[in-house]
């Protein structure tokens, strides 16, 4: 029904963002298909009100009331671009505060020396719990640059928490975690791989702290969990949002809430696509956009499938964290380099196009 409207309405289109430096299209594409994967999973959240007893009912509507703020704060950037960042980690940090108090979602610990003893303190604990949520959120919201990119991720983290919560016994995460996976394949089959409909702030901030807090529930009502697990379930689009703040701020000298066109994910785009080179027609773009997408799953798997099967071990879960940190850092530094590792291009690029590129270049 969105992308109905906006051909024939222009509702949701936002055209004005054609000159920003992440832009990967060259036609107007409602930005709003949160809107869908909010109301899929709040519809989930009613049903589950309906059938499973008011109390886990309950839990599960106010874990969507204490989304709200987050989610509305991107719709309103979706459809005025208006909003600035800063203003959208504010409302994301008001809704971690309302799950911190309404629902106990609250970091109480982290296996972490030094962090376990700030989060002895309420005080503490308030401190880490908003600035994970907020900082995840913002997370999702940085790598939603390619067809089906941060849904997918997203997917497959809520797949892992999902899993985790049905094997320590607690059903109500995992059929939360299952509901949101729903909402998002219901998104992905009109973003993948056409790009019909993006996802838009308020999709991926809902989303971001939707699996947030769905990873610290689990934490709090399972002590059996690693808190490591979490983290590197998500460390992907977290990882990425550090590795940004330093290349903006200490290599660029650049204010680090500037965007940019440099992240892995355009890098990939941009660099390893080169069979697209040249051609701007909508239908190569979209193509090439939703072959880089695949690339980025694999990654994003490297660490999920790791905390899948360590999920209560933390030693073995912070090794796989310095090896993923590693691998990242030599991927982007090859790619810069314009030295993209062989299975990168064999993923992304097939045989008659590998043909058309040496005819090129010729």
Same mark, same amino acid.
């Given at each position: 029904?969105?992308?109905?409207?906006?051909?024939?309405?222009?509702?949701?289109?936002?055209?004005?963002?054609?000159?920003?430096?992440?832009?990967?299209?060259?036609?107007?594409?409602?930005?709003?298909?949160?809107?869908?994967?909010?109301?899929?999973?709040?519809?989930?959240?009613?049903?589950?009100?309906?059938?499973?007893?008011?109390?886990?009912?309950?839990?599960?509507?106010?874990?969507?009331?204490?989304?709200?703020?987050?989610?509305? @704060?991107?719709?309103?950037?979706?459809?005025?671009?208006?909003?600035?960042?800063?203003?959208?980690?504010?409302?994301?940090?008001?809704?971690?505060?309302?799950?911190?108090?309404?629902?106990?979602?609250?970091? @109480? #610990?982290?296996?972490?020396?030094?962090?376990?003893?700030?989060?002895?303190?309420?005080?503490?604990?308030?401190?880490?719990?908003?600035?994970?949520?907020?900082?995840?959120?913002?997370?999702?919201?940085?790598?939603?640059?390619?067809?089906?990119?941060?849904?997918?991720?997203?997917?497959?983290?809520?797949?892992?928490?999902?899993?985790?919560?049905?094997?320590?016994?607690?059903?109500?995460?995992?059929?939360?975690?299952?509901?949101?996976?729903?909402?998002?394949?219901?998104?992905?089959?009109?973003?993948?791989?056409?790009?019909?409909?993006?996802?838009?702030?308020?999709?991926?901030?809902?989303?971001?702290?939707?699996?947030?807090?769905? @990873?610290?529930?689990?934490?709090?009502?399972?002590?059996?969990?690693?808190?490591?697990?979490?983290?590197?379930?998500?460390?992907?689009?977290?990882?990425?949002?550090?590795?940004?703040?330093?290349?903006?701020?200490?290599?660029?000298?650049?204010?680090?809430?500037?965007?940019?066109?440099?992240?892995?994910?355009?890098?990939?785009? #941009?660099?390893?696509?080169?069979?697209?080179?040249?051609?701007?027609?909508?239908?190569?773009?979209? #193509?090439?956009?939703?072959?880089?997408?695949?690339?980025?799953?694999?990654?994003?798997?490297?660490?999920?499938?790791?905390?899948?099967?360590?999920?209560?071990?933390?030693?073995?879960?912070?090794?796989?964290?310095?090896?993923?940190?590693?691998?990242?850092?030599?991927?982007?530094?090859?790619?810069?380099?314009?030295?993209?590792?062989?299975?990168?291009?064999?993923?992304?690029?097939?045989?008659?196009?590998?043909?058309?590129?040496?005819?090129?270049?010729?």
């Amino acid at each position: 029904m969105l992308i109905r409207a906006s051909k024939s309405h222009a509702v949701g289109s936002l055209a004005r963002d054609s000159m920003k430096p992440q832009k990967m299209h060259v036609t107007p594409v409602p930005r709003i298909g949160g809107l869908g994967v909010f109301l899929g999973v709040l519809a989930a959240a009613g049903l589950h009100f309906w059938t499973s007893g008011q109390a886990q009912g309950m839990f599960a509507v106010l874990l969507m009331g204490c989304a709200l703020p987050a989610f509305l @704060s991107g719709v309103v950037q979706d459809f005025t671009d208006t909003l600035t960042p800063r203003g959208r980690l504010v409302a994301t940090a008001v809704s971690a505060i309302l799950a911190f108090f309404v629902l106990d979602a609250a970091i @109480s #610990r982290t296996d972490i020396p030094g962090l376990d003893w700030l989060v002895a303190f309420g005080a503490g604990s308030l401190f880490l719990t908003v600035l994970a949520v907020t900082g995840i959120a913002h997370a999702v919201n940085i790598i939603d640059g390619l067809n089906g990119l941060a849904s997918m991720c997203v997917a497959i983290m809520l797949a892992a928490v999902a899993y985790v919560a049905f094997e320590v016994g607690d059903p109500l995460i995992g059929t939360l975690a299952l509901a949101g996976i729903g909402g998002v394949l219901g998104f992905f089959l009109w973003n993948f791989p056409a790009g019909l409909i993006f996802l838009g702030d308020g999709g991926a901030y809902f989303l971001g702290f939707f699996v947030s807090e769905l @990873s610290i529930l689990l934490l709090v009502r399972n002590p059996t969990v690693s808190p490591i697990f979490p983290l590197l379930v998500c460390i992907y689009p977290v990882f990425e949002t550090l590795f940004s703040i330093y290349r903006r701020r200490v290599l660029r000298a650049r204010p680090p809430q500037l965007p940019d066109g440099i992240h892995l994910h355009s890098l990939l785009y #941009r660099r390893v696509m080169r069979w697209a080179v040249g051609d701007r027609s909508a239908k190569v773009l979209a #193509r090439r956009n939703s072959m880089t997408s695949p690339v980025l799953w694999l990654l994003c798997m490297c660490s999920v499938v790791p905390a899948l099967l360590f999920w209560n071990n933390t030693l073995v879960l912070s090794l796989f964290l310095l090896l993923f940190a590693l691998g990242y850092v030599v991927l982007y530094w090859r790619i810069v380099r314009f030295r993209s590792p062989r299975w990168i291009v064999f993923l992304t690029t097939r045989p008659r196009d590998l043909a058309e590129g040496d005819n090129r270049k010729t």
